[in-house]
């Protein structure tokens, strides 16, 4: 990997650190030459300290490493993105990111549905939901839709109207979110099902 660490006054570079599952962004330092073979030799993240004036290994002293399983450099070859797996928090201040964030998957659109199916189902104004009609009506309801619903979904998925799969299979995937809301679940506990067998 060449690396253009001649761009700044000071050689270093940018390394903006990312978790390899959640891709979620844990922090950013700066390498040299140095930090970065001390890195790749390791399997340890270490950046250069502009404070400290040398070579620091994250969690040092804390014991919450950053465990190397990648490094790529960008397009001008003048900064790095360190792919990790993280060993306890990323911030001295304890927080899992530099930014305060919680290290969780993010499901992207389907992240925001589960969240506004928890919001409907708490909903207190007054206003009749279709998903609170079907947390009213209780687990049985809900999983007989889930039911119909994946029906519904073989049953397109044996014809040639591809419009049609992918409505009964959108309608199939919102219901099985409202039933695993209702069973006190989420996609991260579904997640964590299955990379435990992956592993």
Known sequence: MKVDFNKNPDGLVPAIVQDASTK????????????LIKTQDTKKVTFFSRSKQRLWTKGEESGNFLNLVNIKNDCDH?????SVRPEGPTCHTGSDTCWNEENSSNFG????????????RTSADGKQSYVAS?????????AQKVGEEAVETVIEA??????????????????????????????HDIEAELQKRHR
């Open 78 to 82: 003048d900064s790095l993105l360190v």
């Open 24 to 35: 979620n962004v844990l922090m950013l330092g700066y390498m040299n030459e140095a930090a």
């Open 158 to 187: 044996k014809d040639d109207n591809d419009a049609l799969f992918l409505y009964e299979s959108a309608d199939l995937l919102f219901h099985y979110l409202v039933l695993l809301r209702a069973k006190g679940f989420s996609l």
């Open 109 to 120: 659109f389907l992240s925001q549905l589960e969240d506004i199916i928890e919001q409907r």
């Open 134 to 142: 079907l947390f009213e009506k209780g687990i049985n309801k809900i």
